[in-house]
């Protein structure tokens, strides 16, 4: 089995990949308006939304940069994954039950639609929507190009592809993408995010058992190894120190309600009430995957500090020498699988809040309505969004990687500062305003950005997410608190009493 | 309790910010976030623990009591005021305690390992760590169970789903009325 390692891999992608166009033929002819192909006419299962929230959370990030980091400086990353129980219970405590009876209140199939609902303000809408095309932009860029890479790393082991160039495996993967977004729309990606989110958690599982029997003595002999040559790197706050692992605990933790594409997709679900059983599948699914992150970055440490292992040339390569070294040729197609699966849940995930935020809420702020026929220009947005994003990573790999650095502060923590609080706490608190919800935004935006363009650096590791998170909560509260307060719609205020 | 609630958590929110600033002003330390491996290239190590921790180590271990705390109180804010009983306050404290315990251990378990040396072991990580991973991942375990189990009691009883019933009803007779106004009376 062993000779055909690199078969089985390929096709093991290839057979996930038919498995997405597949699914994109199928969900097309479910799709029949905007309300279908953005929020799959709210009409979810539990298990499918739970699957989707879970599997959207946890992207390429999570299978190749989370084993690097905890590679890289240890324990300091856990801290991303261990406060996803927070993270899970605070996005379903503020944010789903109310966020799924605004959109059937007011027929909203996006974020911006749901806070112009509830500030009644359409530079609120118009301020979320500028946030998510630009943080759409970096996430995307990164995700393709991180499909890419490991798509090339895969065919450069076959004699027929040794050649491959990465502009061609960005070409395919991407296609692939764009092919079950633009058919299938949200109702294909969920349908997707089922059997991608299964292969993480499968994954995961085997990847742990795995990792536990690398060393005669376990975890614990991992750990030790570690322990002996830096201890810091195995306590519990990691070679990055206390306060940059508590700059995850927070942007995480509090972040993840923050996250318009998942946050989105509580608004997909059938029963409110299913909201109760949501939660816990949610959750369990992340735990399951993010072992992978957590035992190949350990076990590589240690593997590399006792001379198992050559060192890496770049820690994001923790991932791929764990699976070509350590496992069977089987296990290394399902894990090599849900990476794929892993990467393209969240590229579409953003390709469908993009396409909202750029065909339905920015015309509606400007023009007051959207366009028309939003189904047909929802699929060509699609299209040219990945495009756009797959240039992106092109120019930003081989030219400069400036550009994608920039949009990629418009990450998880730029989303967590500017949404949180207008999100969360303001669909909890009827005094939240519009000036609130516009400095909060603004300010965040202003630090994360800022900070990334000066080159501004914090003591003991802070980071500019947190200061900008920090910040963007008191000024959210401090000016709603000093400003008039609002008058709202009267449904909006019945519901927040509900 | 709304009322008020709102001010605890911007007040807890203002002491955070404060905590950061003095930790930001505080004096620094040679690398207090971590420097490169002298033989393995991609590692970082930590160093001196007691080095970084020594100006910081307080207020950072406050910062976080503060969060789980403003975990708990935003936690609260999910819930409507009416349902904010006694009962449902009871189990978000005895949630809170838990993770305050939870981050005690973690944080003096490191102080004692960086004094005497030695550690114990739990399921494979340093007993401190161990606090940390399986603690931080299993603390907020209760929150859940509080929203899954409570659900019908804390956050959508049959009550509250009669009144979203009878708004979107009123939303439908709206829409009905708009499209045949004849039919109005």
New interface residues.
């Given amino acids: 089995m062993e000779a055909f390692r690199q078969e089985i891999i390929i096709g093991a992608v290839v057979g996930y990949m038919i498995f997405c166009v597949l699914t994109g033929l199928w969900a097309m002819r479910r799709t029949h308006n905007s309300s279908d192909f953005f929020i799959a006419g709210r009409g979810l299962g539990p298990i499918v939304v739970s699957l989707a929230l879970f599997s959207s959370t946890l992207s390429g990030f999570g299978f190749v940069g989370g084993p690097g980091l905890v590679y890289s400086i240890g324990v300091s990353s856990f801290w991303m994954v261990v406060i996803s129980s927070c993270g899970y219970a605070l996005g379903f405590y503020l944010v789903a039950k109310r966020i799924r009876m605004i959109a059937e209140l007011r027929d909203c199939i996006s974020l911006p639609d749901i806070v112009a609902a509830r500030y009644g303000s359409e530079a609120v809408r118009f301020m979320i929507a500028i946030t998510i095309v630009l943080g759409v932009m970096g996430y995307l860029a990164t995700q393709i190009l991180a499909m890419a890479v490991v798509m090339q790393a895969i065919l450069s082991g076959t004699e027929a592809f040794a050649n491959v160039g990465l502009v061609t495996c960005v070409v395919i993967s991407s296609a692939v993408l764009i092919f079950y977004c633009v058919t299938g729309g949200i109702i294909a990606s969920v349908y997707t995010d089922v059997v991608q989110g299964s292969i993480m958690i499968v994954a995961g599982t085997l990847i742990l058992f795995t990792a536990m029997n690398v060393f005669d003595g376990g975890i614990q002999e991992a750990t030790s190894i570690i322990l002996a040559d830096d201890y810091e790197t195995v306590m519990p706050y990691g070679a990055a120190g206390i306060m940059a692992s508590l700059g995850w605990f927070f942007v995480f933790g509090l972040g993840l309600a923050g996250q318009p594409h998942l946050i989105t997709k509580m608004m997909m679900n059938k029963n409110i009430r299913d909201n109760r059983s949501i939660l816990p599948m949610s959750l369990f699914g992340y735990v399951m995957a993010a072992l992978l992150w957590i035992s190949i970055g350990i076990v590589m440490r240690a593997a590399v500090i006792d001379g198992v292992v050559d060192p890496l040339a770049l820690p994001d390569d923790a991932a791929s020498v764990f699976l070509s070294v350590f496992t069977n040729p089987l296990l290394a197609g399902i894990v090599f699988a849900g990476l794929f699966a892993a990467i393209m849940s969240t590229s579409d995930a953003f390709l469908n809040i993009g396409t909202a935020a750029i065909i339905h809420d920015i015309p509606k702020a400007i023009r007051g309505k959207s366009i028309e026929n939003e189904l047909f220009w929802a699929r060509v947005v699609t299209v040219l969004l990945a495009i756009v994003a797959a240039s992106f990573a092109l120019y930003s790999h081989f030219r400069d990687a400036t550009l994608v650095a920039l949009l990629g502060a418009f990450g998880w923590g730029t989303f967590a500062a500017s949404i949180f609080p207008v999100v969360a706490v303001g669909l909890n608190w009827k005094e939240a305003t519009v000036a609130g919800a516009v400095t909060a935004i603004g300010t965040a935006l202003t630090i994360n950005f800022g900070s990334q363009l000066a080159g501004i650096t914090f003591p003991y590791g802070v980071s500019g997410q947190l200061v900008a998170f920090v910040s963007s909560m008191v000024l959210f509260i401090g000016v709603s608190l000093v400003t008039k307060k609002p008058v709202l719609d009267n449904d909006i205020k019945l519901m927040m009493d509900i | 309790m709304r009322s008020k609630l709102?001010y605890i958590?911007?007040a807890v929110?203002?002491l955070?910010?404060a905590i950061?600033l003095a930790?930001?002003l505080?004096e620094?330390v040679p690398d207090?976030?971590?420097r490169a491996?002298a033989e393995?290239?991609?590692?970082?190590?930590?160093?001196?623990?007691a080095a970084?921790?020594q100006y910081?180590?307080p207020l950072?271990f406050i910062?976080?009591c503060l969060?789980l705390i403003?975990?708990a109180l935003?936690?609260l804010?999910?819930?409507?005021e009416r349902y904010r009983t006694s009962e449902l306050l009871a189990y978000m404290g005895g949630t809170l305690a838990i993770t305050l315990f939870i981050a005690w251990k973690?944080?003096s378990?490191?102080s004692a390992?960086l004094d005497t040396?030695e550690?114990g072991?739990f399921?494979?990580?340093?007993t401190?760590?161990a606090?940390?991973?399986y603690g931080?991942?299993?603390?907020?375990?209760p929150?859940?169970l509080i929203?899954?189990?409570g659900?019908?009691k804390f956050?959508?009883t049959k009550e509250?789903?009669e009144?979203?019933n009878a708004?979107?009803a009123?939303?439908a007779n709206k829409l009905s009325e708009a499209k045949n106004p004849d039919r109005a009376t």
């Fill in positions: 709102i958590i911007f929110a203002v955070m910010a950061l930790i930001c505080a620094t207090a976030g971590g491996h393995i290239p991609g590692l970082q190590v930590g160093g001196d623990g970084r921790l910081i180590g950072a910062f976080q969060l403003q975990i935003l936690s804010l999910g819930v409507a973690m944080f378990g490191h390992f040396g550690t072991y399921m494979g990580f340093p401190a760590t606090w940390q991973t931080t991942w299993l603390g907020a375990i929150l859940i929203y899954s189990f659900f019908n956050f959508y509250d789903e009144k979203f708004l979107l009123e939303k």
